[in-house]
């Protein structure tokens, strides 16, 4: 009962601050300038960026399974990358507790042990983030001239930090000593649910660690590709580079509790943009176009879900089948 209205608060502040975030862009920008840019995006920029998004999709489903064969090398690929297709759909579509990432944790545990299915789901995001941050602190001396200060200070705190919570979590040993005070439900030292947790996500190796890393520099250039494609779909006139470099701020945005990133993404995609000149309705455009290209990737999952779904039925009804035979020759 408590979760549940734990739950339910949390749907109420997702939809709350997408509210807010987006009342603000309606009261600080032309929306119907905006709507006029969309309107003459190029579509096979566009489409080419779709298609990217649903191949990356491909790609970070293996980057999990490399996770998971240092934990249990018995559920098959295609069951990870069903999923990951899956996951996309409740991300995009779905306001509650219940993202993406709880989806696919929840449902590989009929897999394989919880400990296992909610440590890769994590240590997969993590992956992701961590390369993400590395890439754009690599990049920014190639373009922190063009930057506002303020902006070159925030991308080197939060990516830096990120790096640094990173290399805490895969070192393993200080965070068990620092925590070995805490109650059980939130050590991770000892027995409880988190140390498990943590338990799996150190147990998957390092070179298994090591093998997702290098598929996350494959995923995130795709990322900064794909954006880089829709900015190009509007003629922003931003170098690649650039999105290299801002690429982690607008990927981070997401993460806050909102509906699929909406308000958040535009307001920070606006805010990364306007040291390169770009108006704010064309940054606004462009940060829309992403969000367009996940929902219409999310279709494509929730396409994947339903046909899993009609399978399921399909199978119960054979297996019950039989039984209605055999009552129907009894009588």
Not at 10 to 35: G, S, Y
Not at 86 to 105: H, N
Not at 264 to 269: A, C, S, Y
């Amino acid at each position: 009962m408590q979760k549940a209205k734990k739950a339910n608060w949390m749907n109420i502040v997702r939809v709350l601050i997408t509210v807010a975030a987006l009342a603000f862009l309606f009261l600080t920008v032309d929306l119907r300038e905006v709507l006029t840019k969309l309107r003459e995006a190029n579509l096979l920029y566009l489409g080419a960026a779709f298609l990217l998004y649903v191949v990356s999709l491909v790609v970070r489903a293996y980057r999990w399974f490399v996770l998971l064969q240092g934990l249990d090398p018995e559920v098959p690929f295609g069951r990870l990358l069903r999923l990951y297709f899956v996951g996309q759909f409740f991300s995009s579509f779905l306001p509650s507790g219940y993202g993406g990432d709880v989806v696919r944790a929840l449902e590989l545990i009929q897999d394989t042990e919880s400990s296992a299915a909610v440590g890769t789901v994590l240590l997969d995001r993590a992956c992701g983030l961590l390369v993400n941050f590395a890439i754009g602190l690599g990049m920014l001396p190639f373009v922190a001239a063009t930057m506002e200060p303020w902006l070159v200070i925030v991308l080197i705190v939060v990516a830096g930090g990120g790096l640094i919570a990173g290399a805490l979590v895969f070192e393993g040993r200080l965070l068990r000593r620092m925590t070995t005070w805490m109650p059980a439900k939130i050590s991770l030292s000892g027995e409880g649910p988190l140390a498990r947790v943590y338990a799996a996500i150190i147990s998957c190796g390092w070179p298994a660690i090591l093998r997702a890393l290098g598929v996350s520099v494959v995923f995130n250039v795709m990322n900064v590709v794909l954006n880089w494609l829709c900015g190009q779909a509007l003629d922003i006139g931003v170098g690649l580079t650039y999105f290299f470099v801002v690429t982690p701020l607008i990927s981070v945005s997401t993460l806050f509790p909102s509906i699929g990133g909406w308000g958040i993404r535009e307001n920070v995609t606006r805010a990364v943009f306007a040291p390169t000149g770009a108006a704010d309705e064309v940054s606004i455009a462009l940060s829309t176009s992403i969000g367009l290209v996940t929902l219409a990737a999310g279709l494509v999952g929730g396409v994947v879900h339903g046909i899993g779904m009609l399978s399921t039925l399909v199978k119960q009804s054979k297996r019950t089948q039989p039984a209605q035979d055999d009552t129907a020759d009894c009588a």
